[in-house]
């Protein structure tokens, strides 16, 4: 068996690699319509999905918000680069672009909508009359109150006028197809980047009891919305009639690319499923027992076991340090298992950034908290800050892949091997 580290490198790299657009998104493109066809899009990997229709389709008309970082070159398509998670003035005007882009078009043209994770911060056009600033510290105070990613998605989609399929109600009557790289849990086509092309049943008063829930206090503009009629358009409403939702890359699909890896060797392979949430360290206390227990079942000389694990975990900020659910996972991992021998794992989100920071996230090992001790680390202080990539950037253990281009979510895995 290689080392470790180096397998649930490779691992990781597998899965991420299999949700590269430029290996599959031509799959799914059909045959370049005879009217005029857009291309828009927003997300992590909508640049490099871009990249692979143009290879596809030669140059093409369009406009594509990317994050800061994560353009890729093309031939007429515009690519743009915005901020996330907290959106900026820059994805705030080229909103504005792409929906100036899609005026006018008739129901012999043609749509192609390019979605991915991170469309929600970078596809902005607050409701009016909320500021792009009271958006962004409602974006913001969600983001570390522990909420899901759906409960998050369920808020912004109200306090919008592209997200909850009102982008492609600003498209109507053309057609449109919109490929998607599904990055929550569950895939719902609803959720993913808070589906700009999905109509969607929630409700102002339902987006209102989870801010409440979550002690989240709104300014009189956006209370002003929510206590009006939304804009988010509901499924079966005629503006939609004309749209194709398909969801062509997915996590499952990466981690069974993984386990296949996995397997070839040599690996026995647990899969916990891939829409996993909750926050951050309480799963990872959870997957620590998981583990003790599966080592506890080998005998010397059984293969070694791997439990894959994705979905979607959260982080309840408390502390003021520098973290991610994936960072906090795999620290707060390691002080559960207290050096347990044999036992190694990687947690990862497969678009290269874990929380605000530019790290995909970290490999720990039975000598994590040992080596972090002789230079005076505290692995329980540390965690209790939220400061997971500070402690594996002064440590060691920290991954870091750049801009991937593709993003289904989080990848965890645990490498076992008998005691």
Partial sequence: MPDPAVLLRALFDRAVKVADPMQSLAHHLPAKPKGRLVVIGAGKASARMAEAAEAHYGPCEGLVITRYGYARPCQGIEIVEAAHPVPDDSGLQATARML???KGLAK??????LISGGASALLVHPADPVTLTEKQAINTALLASGATIGQINTVR????????????AAAYPAKMLTLMI????????????SGPTVGDKSTPQEARALLDHYGITLPPSAQSVLDGPTGVIPPGDERLSTVENVIYAAPSQSLKAAAELAKAQGLAVTLLGDAIEGEARDIAKAHAETALTLQRDLAPGDAPALILSGGELTVTRRGDGIGGPNAEYALALALALQ???GIHAIACDTDGVD??????GAIIGPDTLQAAATTGEDAQTALDANDAHGFFGRTGGQVITGPTLTNVNDFRAILVTPA
């Fill in 100 to 102: 100036d882009l899609l």
């Fill in 182 to 193: 599904s990055d929550v849990p569950g895939d719902d086509p609803a959720m993913i980047g």
């Fill in 157 to 168: 989609k109200h306090l919008s006028r592209v997200k909850g399929g009102q982008l492609a």
């Fill in 355 to 360: 929380g605000a920071a530019e790290v995909a």
């Fill in 108 to 113: 012999d043209d043609t749509v192609l909508a």
């Fill in 339 to 341: 050096g347990a021998p």
